[in-house]
């Protein structure tokens, strides 16, 4: 069986008698029931994600998945391919805003370069795991072959076994400039949205560049025909190494009860594909945050996941996720660390009826 | 003149072309153009409220304000009036929702008796500005004087003066038994919505305590006749003491240009108060979340004020404030801390047209 397969096989529901006990505890807790709304869902999936009474969050790891793409060639971006390798040398140096957020956040930042087009030199912090040097035109036939990206899927696996651990909490996160591109054909492809419906500005692109953006996506799809019951082909056919990636760090992470907080756009496709193969990731993934690229919510809403933050981002990186993840640890820290009525000497809610 | 007088006379709204400043910043910044969205916003924002071109957040205070309600009386809340008292203790303890999230945000609590129908001993973290033992039910008349209203509103003036200083952000909170039930009536004496519209279930009420508070407030309407274009006037025949508080430090606030945070439902009826005295205060507040209390967007909207994370909250004592200065911080740091495209050497937009 192959490593994918495995992981796919390992993945189980949570238990939903875990998140009840969770609750039980929140109950008890010096506050009227259920008046810290999301925080308190944040805490109960914590427990039934790690299957601890008591969670605590004592890790935090933001995986910033970086490739390149051959479908820049078509114009689709407002900036050069080659800012896709500049990035991850400002990733490492610390500049980027995945950098500032992660440190604000406690979080660590992994960069991996899965597929970009250049040969980096090793440096603290950068994972070397090329599987692609950047992916081919996907205008003109598949992007990557079905062995790339299960090889792509398979290094996530990896690097989601390696670091799991009592504590940890994982964050998606992605750099390569074109990538609203295949991300967005991916969604049309998964769920069946018009191009129109599920494609952005990504960077900022004037209306020629969407336009061109536009017809390069339904090129795409028309000659690589993705089929929706196939999640690899799908990433293989219109995807990228980086979004491949992130599919198998959500999959290695549902494997080994780890919580993953999914980043914005590109990461979510990352996370559909995850999800085609198997539902069940769901309940390992928090959504961080709700992107303006506008075929977000589309893909949210298929998985039935309910963003946490909506603040107008779309940078990536894992930036959103570095900021959600503030906010999932402070549900932890309300479970764990406020006083019961019964600690505190305040009187419970009067029988009113 | 007064205390109030002078602290309104102060207050200046915020110079535009500082926020045009701190943009081009931004915009030097290795993302592309404003894809850090509100984040970007607070930043901007930040530069105007302090004056300084790199302002930072080194210290973080929450006022969480106390105060008992004569209208508890009428059956309006779950909870005994006991709880405002034990709550407090509760703060003092560091068990309550506002302590755990405000050490996860790094903040400082402060718990003001500003009118609790009981008199505390001296401890660590209260501060006893006591105006009332309780206000009056205002069900049967004027919940307070003008004179005691006046004095709620000073004691908040006097902390934000002492407490004001480079890189101090502000958050507002509160505790008090019923005191949903006096913001709701406050929200309908401002803005005309009916009493339906702006009254929510608190604490959790039922059915019939539900029909209870909307006859209290729809009497204590009746009974008190308050004048939407007097501001202090309606705080004292409809508000509460910690209201009163709340709208003085956010007045205080502004008057010493001072970042102020402003919690939910209850914290945004002083918000509202102190805005109807002087609207400028709306450039120095940043609204935290959006309540479950169904009156609380109906004052943001009055204000254009959006708010920062929308998570069910509805607990109150600032623990919306604690959470939302967290991504505040975050806007701060990108602004402060990312490195610009000249900086890390990336290739900037091309033209497009």
Do not use: W
Not at 199 to 208: E, P
């Amino acid at each position: 069986m192959s490593k994918l397969d495995e992981a796919l096989k390992e993945i189980k529901p949570v238990n939903p008698e875990l998140m009840a006990g969770a609750q039980q505890r929140l109950d008890c807790l010096t506050k009227p029931k259920d008046s810290l709304g999301r925080l308190e869902e944040f805490a109960r999936r914590m427990v039934a994600i790690t299957g601890q009474m008591r969670p605590a969050v004592r890790k935090r790891i933001i995986f910033t998945f970086a490739a390149d793409h051959g479908v820049a060639d078509e114009g689709v971006s407002a900036f050069p391919k080659e800012v896709t390798r500049q990035m991850v040398l400002n990733f490492l140096g610390g500049g980027a805003g995945i950098n500032v957020l992660a440190r604000h956040a406690g979080a660590e930042v992994k960069v991996i370069d899965i597929g970009v087009d250049h040969e980096f030199d090793e440096a603290d912090g950068l994972i070397r795991m090329k599987v692609v040097n950047g992916t081919a035109n996907m205008r003109k036939g598949p992007a990557m072959t079905r062995e790339e990206a299960e090889k792509c899927i398979e290094a996530g696996i990896s690097l989601a076994r390696e670091h799991a651990g009592p504590g940890v909490i994982f964050g998606t996160g992605e750099m390569g400039i074109a990538n609203t591109t295949p991300a967005s054909a991916m969604v049309s492809a998964f769920t069946g949205a018009s191009v129109e419906d599920v494609t952005g500005r990504g960077t900022g692109i004037d209306d020629r560049t969407y336009e061109t953006k536009l017809a390069v996506i339904k090129d795409a799809l028309k000659m690589n025909r993705p089929d929706a019951s196939d999640p690899l082909g799908v990433l293989a056919k219109v995807g990228g190494a980086e979004i491949a990636g992130i599919a198998g760090l959500i999959i290695g992470a549902s494997a080994m009860r780890t919580p993953i907080v999914v980043d914005g756009f590109i990461s979510t496709a990352g996370a559909l594909c995850a999800y085609r193969m198997n539902p069940a990731v769901k309940d390992y993934i928090f959504a961080s945050h709700n992107s303006v690229e506008k075929g977000h919510r589309i893909m949210l809403e298929s998985m039935g996941l309910d963003p946490i933050l909506d603040l107008n981002l779309r940078l990536g990186e894992g930036t959103g996720a570095a900021l959600a993840m503030t906010i999932i640890e402070a549900g932890v820290k309300i479970y764990n660390e406020m006083a019961t009525f019964g600690e505190a000497g305040v009187s419970e809610e009067k029988g009113q009826r």
